[in-house]
């Protein structure tokens, strides 16, 4: 799967770079103890607070201090901020000379504001220092002379430790703004009031109790419990409802599409049973009981291993054909890449004294570059296992669904070409697993570096910067498994794919306007797996996923319930409810019976043309463009086409405000409904893509804090791309449920189908809302947003769709809009546009609010 030779390059070239010894940021005490300050001019501490974002808590500092000029180190102030004398004067000004020891893992220092000092007198040095950090988590939060400690369950203990040159009888100021957060207890101050308290004695130090805000429940040993359970429950909803939807295809008979349909039935099921297991495994014993850093790494190790093979990717990619007797090779190359990637991680866990690893697995003091480098192969190799696995189940229902099906009659060479495929996709996925352990390297860097700014950062954390980036390196197979497997959502929407497509491809509802029993609970169960990959407003506590699945599909039974009665099928369907009786006995639908068929599906049609054509030349007789003699032949004409029948019905199946042209848009442009579906899916991909980046950009990059807090995570950048995916994928499955369900869903032209299927998703989460009081306002409005964003993607989805119902008029159009405007004729496109223009100014309004609020 690796090629050898570019394996052992890339090895080598990663191995050298993390054994680089590390850059000496941290200088000798050679500089003498702070000198002492005879008494400063202007002393001043002011700490603020924010709560304006909802998912963290931002919180700032300002310390102003005016120096006479005849202190030793006064003059240094105003060299550069890269100067060592410089920091050297800011650390006697800002920090204890003795200050407690701390854990990096726990530690978050702050993102700072550098000006050198100004001299606004000749006897006076005024240097004004800014800073600010962001709480989104449990530990200890640095901000200049002050520490913030978020502690599970407890309120915030805020201080200010003055440095000693600082400790002096002196006359200082010392603000707290709380910005909204309630202040719990704050002993000595001078003044009290709403905006927050003040000291003015010569006290040094000031200590506050701010009471943790409730958003933010991950600081919340409680709340973190109830959450995993509740994403524990997802994911075995997930398991259930996979194995709930294969079930009834493992008692097909044996001709080749059922006994196909059998085949991934038993893949479904046999991946129900892994990601159940796994999400007991990874979510409750590596979060919950604790269990060494070894037996975590074993875990991750052993199950990526697992899922690679029982994945099976070296089956040929078609089935029985020629390439099942070439297997081996492909085989052969899997087995011995998987085992040869799990024995070297094995290799760093079970003999850790090979790499200057302490039995624990963590590094010894001094750390050798052989440590950091062992950690970094054994997390990247854990990551190419667990990103294989993953790409192999998917190609596993994507083959055994047929999905994108190619012809079984590969060329004699098809057996090397699909060893150069796996060869070709484990070498991408080796890349991309040593891209992210670089973006896990580069967050230390980052951090280190602004803990390390006053070059303290060995003395504060007992160890310098190889013991550290060992340490972060080790704690990996903490979170590295539990996070790469709540990516395996998109395997659970690509089985439950896989198995409608098996179902079309059975003849499963051919006679049916729409899926019914068993394709019907397939569409529900896609419909609520991918939408919750937008909804994650639903999703603010976690506690609320496992009853965001059966909620979501609900609604969309009821919306199917609807539309089979008051859609236009369904009216059609009413008034020839005596026509071909023995097709009505058994619940068939007279207009999909009678579509059914190529020739019949032609001359609707083909009525549809000739309707909007004569409904062009009546237009014109108004307008006074033709001869008015021609209005009652043209009305004749119309009211034949308006007696529209399916064969053997005995009256007119159309009723008074429909015509074959409505049919014709009901209908879609395929056949058969699946058709429809992937229709529909390709659009809405198309027209996700801009909604994706926005949101993306949103969430993780459209502030300085955002992506602040995107650079200081570990993943951030690629769970920012993975955002992306995701928001696609919701994009593509809404679409794929809009086709798939476009002749049962209410509405003459397409965005009023596309708003009754956004109603089916948007009324779960007035349900959630309603329940779940106290929900911030900056979510509501991301939610907001994210809904709009949904209800645009699904109306340009829907009004493409509409011209792909008369696809083969294109050539006499010259652009698609004017055949739109033909389809829908002038008010009805005027309606439609006007109908999307007000989505984007709402889109826009909310952002503004949000974005400013």
Not at 528 to 535: N, R, Y
Request: proline share 5%.
């Amino acid at each position: 799967m690796i090629p050898r030779k570019a394996a052992a390059l890339a090895l080598a070239a990663f191995v050298w770079w993390t054994a680089q010894p590390a850059r000496a940021q941290a200088r000798a005490a050679e500089s003498a103890a702070c000198p002492a300050i005879r008494q400063p001019e202007k002393l001043e501490y002011k700490l603020s607070f924010n709560q304006r974002q909802a998912d963290f808590v931002e919180v700032q500092q300002r310390t102003s201090i005016d120096i006479p000029a005849g202190w030793p180190l006064a003059n240094d102030l105003t060299f550069g901020a890269d100067s060592d004398k410089y920091q050297d004067a800011m650390r006697c000004l800002l920090r204890e000379e003795k200050r407690p020891a701390t854990e990096f893992s726990t530690w978050h220092p702050e993102w700072h504001t550098i000006s050198a000092a100004t001299k606004p007198r000749v006897d006076v040095v005024a240097v004004r220092y800014e800073s600010w950090n962001l709480i989104d988590s449990a530990g200890q939060f640095a901000v200049g002379p002050w520490t913030v400690d978020a502690e599970q369950d407890k309120d915030w203990k805020v201080a200010l430790h003055s440095p000693d040159v600082l400790r002096g009888d002196f006359q200082r100021t010392v603000e707290i703004d709380p910005g909204g957060l309630e202040i719990a207890n704050a002993p000595g101050a001078s003044s009290a009031n709403e905006a927050g308290r003040m000291w003015t004695t010569p006290r040094p130090d000031a200590e506050v109790s701010i009471v943790r805000p409730k958003q933010l429940a991950t600081l919340s040993h409680r709340d973190s419990l109830i959450a995993y359970l509740g994403i524990a429950s997802w994911w075995f909803f997930g398991s259930v409802l996979i194995a709930l939807s294969a079930w009834p295809f493992r008692k097909e008979n044996d001709d080749n599409d059922k006994a196909a349909a059998r085949t991934l039935a038993d893949t479904s099921l046999q991946w129900a049973g892994l990601s159940a297991a796994l999400a007991l495994t990874l979510a409750l014993l590596l979060k919950i009981y604790p269990v060494t850093i070894r037996l975590r790494a074993l875990i991750g190790i052993s199950s990526g291993l697992t899922l690679v093979l029982l994945a099976k990717p070296w089956l040929p990619l078609v089935e029985h054909s020629d390439d099942s007797k070439k297997e081996p090779t492909t085989r052969h190359t899997v087995f011995v890449t998987a085992f040869v990637a799990a024995a070297i991680g094995l290799l760093v866990i079970a003999f850790p004294q090979l790499f200057g690893l302490s039995t624990k697995l963590m590094p010894t003091a001094p750390t050798p570059p052989l440590a950091i480098a062992g950690l970094a192969v054994l997390e990247t190799f854990m990551l190419w296992l667990w990103f294989t696995a993953m790409a192999a189940w998917a190609w596993r229902f994507a083959r055994e669904g047929k999905l994108g099906d190619s012809s079984a009659g590969d060329s004699r060479d098809g057996s090397g070409r699909h060893l150069r495929r796996v060869t070709a996709t484990g070498t991408a996925l080796f890349v991309v697993a040593a891209l992210v352990v670089l973006c896990h390297r580069l967050s230390f860097d980052t951090r280190w570096q602004r803990a390390n700014w006053l070059g303290e950062a060995d003395s504060l954390f007992g160890d310098d910067y190889t013991g550290i980036l060992g340490r972060q390196l080790a704690d990996f197979p903490t979170f590295g498994p539990l996070w790469a497997y709540t990516h395996t959502s998109v395997l659970t929407a690509l089985a439950l794919v896989a198995l409608l497509h098996v179902r079309s491809r059975a003849g499963s509802g051919d006679k049916s306007p729409g899926p019914q029993g068993w394709d019907l609970l397939l569409v529900a169960a896609i419909f609520a797996v991918v939408t919750l990959q937008m909804s994650k407003f639903a999703g603010n506590k976690a506690s609320w996923y496992g009853f965001w699945l059966p909620l979501n599909m609900l609604a969309l039974y009821a919306l199917v319930k609807a539309g089979r009665r008051w859609s236009m099928l369904g009216r059609v369907d009413r008034r020839a409810k005596n026509c071909l009786a023995a097709n009505a006995a058994k619940g068939e639908s007279c207009v999909a019976v009678e579509l059914s068929t190529e020739k019949k599906h032609e001359r609707l049609m083909g009525d549809a043309r000739r309707c909007r054509e004569l409904l062009h030349r009546l237009h014109l007789v108004d307008r006074g463009h033709a001869e008015s003699t021609r209005r009652r032949t043209l009305e004749n004409e119309l009211n034949e086409l308006h007696h529209w029948r399916p064969a053997g019905c005995g009256r007119d199946c159309l009723p008074d405000p429909v015509s074959v042209v409505d049919v014709a848009l009901c209908w879609g442009p395929h056949r058969r409904w699946w058709h429809n579906a992937l229709n529909a899916a390709r659009w809405a991909a198309v027209f996700g893509i801009l909604p994706s980046a926005v949101t993306v950009w949103y969430e993780k990059a459209n502030d300085p804090d955002h992506w602040a807090l995107t650079l200081d995570q570990p993943t951030g950048i690629p769970d920012m791309l993975w955002r992306f995916v995701t928001q696609e994928i919701a994009f593509v499955g809404a679409g794929l449920v809009l086709g798939a369900l476009w002749r049962v869903l209410p509405g003459e032209r397409g965005p009023m189908r596309a708003l009754s299927l956004f109603m089916a998703w948007f009324v779960p989460i007035g349900v959630v809302v309603a329940i779940n009081h106290g929900i911030d306002r900056r979510a509501v409005g991301v939610a907001l947003l994210n809904i709009i964003l949904m209800l645009m993607v699904l109306t340009m989805t829907s009004m493409w769709m509409d011209t792909d119902t008369f696809s083969r008029e294109r050539p006499y159009w010259t652009k698609r809009l004017r055949l739109l405007a033909s389809i829908y004729q002038v008010h009805g496109l005027s309606g439609q546009i006007a109908f999307l223009v007000m989505q984007a100014a709402a889109a826009v309004t909310i952002w503004r609010q949000i974005a400013t609020g």
